[in-house]
């Protein structure tokens, strides 16, 4: 039994569609009680925060936040008593919205994007909110050190990481999973990934683009930009298709960002890939032994290995259209 729904957040790591001769898997963090990977951090800046004695239950707190986020504090306030009032662009998606409103928290929506969103909640903050700011909180990157990135080591088991890839947003995830995960795998290349029209990393100028939750038109002083080996880019229709693809082939259903990084993932397994391996499946709910066969040419270790994270459930981007029956039977 768990103390409470906090204590639940914790998501598996999955093998999708890899090349021959390498192994692609993600962590699906929509297996997180407030759908996304954003409830870690949402979890560990309430509580660093109270353990600081900057707040506690009873007082109001704001965070700017494209959903995701926003969701996870609305989750983190409800279980600890907190106010809450989410500022949020409001070309994003009606199901974020709803979901963060479910938790009991209050919405405020602005025109613009996350920068404007960031203004409005420093306003309210100078009235009396306390602003928790994910993009330079340190304990954002430090909750995916302590979780995401040591469930990962656990879940690899005796198997080498060859490459981390993840998409760019308030440089929590990328950071503080890249860094845990550097010190066990010093050679591992970590890849970022971020919006081809909005590329703050690969360019220097911020763009526009409907992705949701990467690609925040800003560096994030959370962002250890030290760490990361390359950025790619990817292009929000690409991405999209990759998000249908992973719900018709595979049966996993995510959102824009996550599309993202999966065909990213693809590119850079296939750069690595061992031709004269043949890597095998991990052993699934049809398999009838749990053993995991070993490959014609070398054993399940000499595998490459990229591993990446799938953010959160498509579920919230329906009302963007992205699974629209039309767009699935194109």
């Known amino acids: 039994m768990k103390g409470s729904i906090l204590d639940t957040i914790g998501s598996p790591l999955v093998q999708v569609e890899s090349p021959e001769g390498a192994t692609v898997a993600a962590k699906i963090e929509s297996f997180n009680p407030g759908g996304s990977a954003k409830d870690r951090p949402a979890l560990q800046m309430i ?6 004695g900057v707040i506690e239950p009873g007082d109001r707190l704001v965070e700017p936040t494209s959903g995701n986020t926003g969701i996870g504090l609305s989750l983190v306030c409800a279980a600890r008593d907190y106010d809450l009032t989410i500022v949020m662009p409001a070309d994003k998606s009606e199901e974020r919205q709803q979901i ?3 938790y009991g928290a209050d919405l405020e929506l602005v025109d613009g994007d996350m920068s404007d969103a960031r203004e409005r909640a420093d306003e309210l903050e100078a009235e009396g909110a306390v602003q928790l700011g994910q993009f330079d909180n340190p304990a954002n990157p430090d909750a995916h050190y302590r979780t995401t990135g040591a469930e ?3 879940q690899v088991g005796d198997r080498e990481i060859d490459a981390f890839v993840a998409g760019v947003g308030t440089g929590g995830t990328i950071s503080g999973t890249g860094r845990r995960l550097r010190e066990a795998f010093p050679e591992m290349d970590i890849i970022a990934v971020e919006p081809e029209r909005n590329a703050v990393l690969s360019t220097g100028e911020a763009g526009s683009d409907d992705f949701q939750g990467m690609g925040p038109g800003f560096v994030s002083e959370n962002l250890e930009r030290d760490l990361i080996d390359r950025v790619e880019t990817v292009r929000l229709e690409d991405a999209e298709d990759e998000c249908r693809r992973l719900a018709r082939e595979e049966g996993v ?11 990213v993932s693809q590119r850079i397994a296939r750069e690595i890939a061992d031709p004269d391996l043949e890597c095998p499946d991990v052993p699934g709910a049809f398999d009838e032994s749990t053993a995991t066969p ?4 070398g054993t399940v270790e000499d595998c490459p290995l990229v591993v990446t994270v799938f953010w959160d459930s498509g579920e919230r981007y329906l009302s963007t259209g992205l699974f629209d029956i039309d767009g699935l039977e194109s």
């Open 253 to 263: 259903l995510v959102g824009q960002s996550s599309g993202a990084t999966s065909l």
């Open 294 to 297: 070993e490959p014609d040419g």
């Open 152 to 154: 990962i080591l656990e």
């Open 100 to 102: 963060m409103a479910a």
């Open 47 to 52: 509580r660093t925060a109270e353990q600081a």
